[in-house]
């Protein structure tokens, strides 16, 4: 069955930094987009990036565009989609999901915290 298990949250101050990944297993992999979503406290779910299935297209979302600097990538030997976040600011702080769509059903991890505070 399709697993998607994030890591990589945590504490970071204003400005920090922090790498997010995100392990498969279940299905072929190298075949689907993966995205990243996140969800803020009493906020809907949000998109944040989409990378295609080989890597060569990425799309990030326009509310992050500029706010900070963010880069999805993904390897697809080790079944593995990371999200690099740079100049976080607290109103990023949010659950992040991992996210693959299949046949239009909808996959997600069960989220890895990112706190962002002094």
């Known amino acids: 069955q399709v697993q998607l298990v994030e890591s990589g949250g945590g504490l970071v101050q204003p400005g920090g930094s922090l790498i997010l990944s995100c392990t498969a297993s279940?299905?072929?992999?190298?075949?689907?987009?993966m995205s990243w979503y996140r969800q803020a406290p009493g906020k809907e779910r949000e998109l944040v990036a989409s990378i295609s299935n080989t890597g060569g297209r990425r799309n990030y979302a326009d509310s992050v565009k500029g706010r900070f600097t963010i880069t999805i990538s993904r390897d697809n030997a080790k079944m593995t989609v990371y999200l690099q976040m740079n100049s976080l600011k607290p109103e990023d702080t949010a659950v992040y999901y991992c996210?693959?769509?299949?046949?239009?059903?909808?996959?997600w991890g069960q989220g890895t915290q990112v706190t962002v505070s002094s």
């Open positions: 279940g299905f072929a992999f190298s075949n689907y987009v």
């Open positions: 996210n693959v769509k299949q046949r239009s059903r909808d996959y």
